[in-house]
């Protein structure tokens, strides 16, 4: 046993020694960026930014990028690199001797697998539309045969299970490379084909017809639509998609601090990570809304957007064919990049918690995924009469929500407190790793807004939320769900006020690298 037990100390220390890094800064940038980058940027931001008075919603969504998810992930980078583990592993190695922060690791674990049950299924769907629009099976089809495509699509389990089981398949073999060989050499490619393809979807839709129209109304401030629809819902609008925009919370942004060498202060490689994802949401709507304007079509949100509307659009359009096939391949790129990027955090996980190699890690979780993948797939089709939120709701809406306001915004209060108070890795000891290097510097006098009122507005986007989500299902739904949103809240600030506190004496904060 003893035997045993060295054996695995020396793993973990060989596997501690030789762990890789990043081979270039834009590698960690794009590959970075790809993970925050994800479908949530096309088919919503678009959508909403119309919704709340266009350039007037755009500035409030900066500004809360700025002061909300900007801290958030400096934190997430910085727990990475200081600790250069994992989530399996991080606070259990920052963390003071008696404190129980490493408990929160499952916040990071569900998270990032229950994404995964769900996103995939949705990459699998992108890839099936590139495929659709490359053969031309979707050209000439009027409304209705669009629309029944797509139907066709969710009631057919076989053949979403395929494409999803590709997206799985590409995505863990990025993986098996290693960071440098395979997740960096494999997102780089991605993110600048992506961007590339971004800008000429983007150029094509401003010199359609009545483009100009769509301009406007994306672009120019209208007040008047903000003020109908209530300054304080476009606020609050504002503030959600400044949050969950970036991916935090989940550890997906933690591990690729893990990698990253200290040559650069945190806040500035933060800084460009933000305004690349920016960058991608503001083209989105230069893609979408001109070409909406231009052939007459409603810019809904949601599924129906890129599944129904676009492809209706792209039929009506010269060369629609060729843009609906780039647009699609644009939009697979935009699904692996992010389904890579949380591959390698659960990955990476295993590798840290346990010691498994590379390959091993790949694939117990490759089995894991592809049939954890199963439900949300069959969830609209054989198992369509399962509604766990409501009629009309399927298992993937369940999925989603957990992960979306649940695990997303537990997991960033996590991630704050941790790096603010004593009883967590402390603010001196944070800001020390964050500031190490050249670049921009994270500043000392945040900190009361760190320790006091961003953990106050995280609490505000969670419960809203869940608000939000069962107001109109009665208040017997409503009741039940927010005793289970106070109940994993008391657990979050269970742990970080009172942790360590009957150990005072051993609850210092030890730097345990360099």
């Known amino acids: 046993m003893i035997k045993f037990k060295n054996t695995l100390a020396i793993r973990k220390e060989k596997h501690m020694a030789t762990r890789e890094q990043f081979g270039s800064r834009l590698g960690f940038i794009l ?29 409030m969504y900066l500004a ?22 994992g989530m399996g592993k991080a606070f259990e190695k920052l963390e003071p001797k008696g404190t129980k922060w490493h408990h929160l690791k499952w916040i990071s674990i569900l998270g990032s697998y229950l994404l995964m049950m769900f996103y995939t299924m949705v990459g699998g769907w992108m890839l099936y539309y590139a495929y659709m629009e490359a053969t031309g099976k979707l050209a000439g089809l009027d409304n209705t045969a669009v629309s029944g495509a797509f139907s066709n699509m969710l009631s057919t389990p076989q053949t979403m299970a395929l494409w999803a089981i590709i997206a799985i398949v590409i995505s863990f073999g990025a993986c098996a490379f290693g960071v440098q060989k395979g997740v960096e050499k494999v997102t780089k490619v991605m993110m ?16 359609l017809p009545n483009a100009s129209e769509g301009i406007k109304f994306y672009l120019v401030p209208d007040f008047k639509s903000v003020k109908q629809v ?73 599924p129906s957007l890129l599944f129904i509307t676009l492809p209706n659009l792209f039929n009506s359009m010269k060369g629609g064919r060729i843009w609906g096939t780039l647009f699609f391949i644009f939009m697979s790129f935009a699904a692996l990049s992010t389904i890579i990027a949380v591959f390698e955090n659960i990955i990476a996980m295993f590798m840290d918690m346990c010691s498994w190699s590379r390959k091993k890690s790949v694939a117990v979780n490759f089995v894991l995924i592809t049939a954890l993948s ?67 510097k994270f500043p000392h006098w945040i900190r009361l807004y760190m320790q006091y009122i961003l953990p106050v507005i995280v609490t505000i986007i969670y419960l809203k939320g869940y608000y939000d989500t069962f107001k109109s299902k009665g208040t017997a ?27 005072k004496e051993e609850a210092q904060p030890v730097e345990k690298n360099a």
Request: overall charge neutral; some cysteine; proline content about 3%.
């Open 31 to 59: 590959v970075s960026a790809g993970c925050a980058i994800g479908i949530g940027n096309v088919w919503k931001f678009p959508y909403i930014t119309g919704m709340y008075g266009g350039a007037a919603f755009i500035l």
């Open 64 to 85: 809360f990028l700025v002061i909300l998810g900007l801290p958030i992930m400096v934190c997430e980078f910085t727990v990475g690199r200081g600790s250069q583990m």
């Open 192 to 207: 600048i084909l992506l961007l590339v393809l971004m800008i000429a979807l983007a150029v094509n839709s401003v010199f």
């Open 230 to 302: 209530g300054i304080g819902n476009a606020v609050f609008a504002a503030m959600s998609q400044a949050f969950f925009t970036l991916s935090l919370g989940i550890g997906a942004m933690e591990i690729f601090g893990s990698y990253l060498d200290k040559k650069k202060r945190i806040t500035g490689e933060a800084v460009n990570i933000v305004l690349l994802d920016t960058f991608v949401a503001l083209m989105a709507g230069f893609i979408i809304i001109p070409a909406c304007f231009a052939f007459g079509v409603q810019p809904d949100s949601g």
């Open 374 to 440: 199963m439900p949300a797939i069959l969830g609209f089709n054989l198992l369509s009469n399962i509604q766990p939120l409501g009629e009309g709701s399927s298992i993937m809406d369940l999925e989603d929500f957990l992960v979306s306001s649940n695990l997303l915004p537990l997991g960033s209060l996590a991630f704050v407190m941790f790096c603010v108070r004593k009883n967590g890795w402390g603010f001196e000891n944070f800001i020390k790793e964050a500031n190490h290097g050249d670049g921009i």
């Open 477 to 503: 739904m409503l009741v039940g769900w927010f005793i289970f949103a106070a109940f994993l809240l008391a657990v979050i600030f269970g742990i970080s006020i009172f942790t360590g506190r009957k150990k």
